[in-house]
């Protein structure tokens, strides 16, 4: 993995496999940070490993997708609430004019934000039966616990979405599938509904915008944080490529094989080669360059069609 970016006026303090978290560069070493830049790196991961090279231009498409779909949700459209996220003004007035508060070197593919008390539930929902769900369908009829009709196949759509939530574990660990019981132990009844609640209704938001655009939202993911006031705060990244599964409809519809109906705007293509490349012992092959451009393109189609 490449050495995070200094940044002028910024201290990094985290590196996930994707994302740079950096606080103010004077912010004493025991304080709590208010404002936080999340930089999205063109790095990509796959079976918990980063790969080489990374997808071109990733971060941007990835941050210009989460800032879109902040946006939709804040503004609440027909009736619906705005949903609250974690985003600040990434710029202010000053005597000689607008001031941009993020850095050139990162510009377009970071965000900056409020710190929060974030929630240590992964909130997955899902709309469709694929992934780790079918595997389990197939051997159990449930996808994490949930009992689900008899007679689905691969790519089906559920009878009505499932909030199936997962415990983020420490940083280098798998996170744990758990029940909405176990959610409750965690985070106390009241949080574990407003969770489960927020996903359900933003997943329902979010797939009636992708359907109307010829788009499958199969299922996807969400951060949440209390904010000072104690609110609940949508947060990370959102509805991207990376934390969800966009199907393309026309060709779900009318596919014939579960990889023609569920071709997948995302890093598929990558997880599909690498399996096929490597053992999962090692270290990984470098990705070439036909799977990056193909992989990259998926990325631009999405936004594009989404956002036009």
């Not at 036909?290 to 989404?306: H, K, M, Q, S």
Request: net charge negative; hydrophobic share 40%; proline share 6%.
């Amino acid at each position: 993995m490449t050495s995070p970016l200094a940044l002028h006026g910024w201290r990094h303090v985290y590196s996930g496999k994707v994302r740079d978290l950096y606080v103010p560069a004077d912010l004493p070493a025991d304080a709590r940070a208010e404002r936080m830049l999340v930089v999205a790196s063109d790095r990509v991961s796959a079976f918990d490993h980063v790969l080489e090279p990374g997808i071109p231009d990733k971060g941007v498409l990835l941050t210009t997708l989460s800032l879109w779909w902040f946006d939709r949700l804040a503004a609440g459209r027909g009736g619906e609430r705005g949903i609250p996220n974690h985003l600040v003004a990434d710029h202010v007035l000053a005597v000689d004019g607008v001031r941009e508060l993020i850095p050139a070197q990162v510009a377009g593919r970071a965000m900056l934000v409020k710190s929060l008390e974030m929630q240590p539930i992964e909130c997955v929902v899902r709309g469709y039966l694929t992934g780790s769900g079918w595997v389990e369908y197939q051997a159990d009829g449930t996808v994490c616990g949930i009992p689900l009709p008899s007679g689905l196949h691969n790519g089906d759509r559920l009878p009505e979405p499932i909030f199936t939530p997962a415990f983020k574990a420490p940083m280098g660990e798998h996170d744990e599938n758990i029940s909405f019981a176990r959610t409750v132990e965690i985070v106390g009844a009241e949080t574990a509904a407003e969770l489960r609640d927020l996903s359900l209704e933003i997943y329902a938001r979010a797939a009636r915008i992708a359907e109307a655009r010829g788009l499958i939202l199969a299922d996807t993911k969400f951060e949440f944080g209390r904010d000072e006031a104690g609110v609940m705060t949508l947060a990370d990244e959102v509805l991207t490529s990376d934390s969800s599964r966009y199907w393309d409809a026309d060709a779900w519809r009318s596919g014939t094989t579960p990889s023609e109906r569920m071709a997948s705007f995302d890093k598929q293509i990558v997880r599909d080669w690498l399996a096929a490349h490597w053992d999962k012992t090692g270290t990984p092959p470098e990705l070439p360059a036909d799977i990056v451009g193909r992989t990259a393109e998926r990325y631009r189609e999405l936004l594009a069609r989404l956002t036009s």
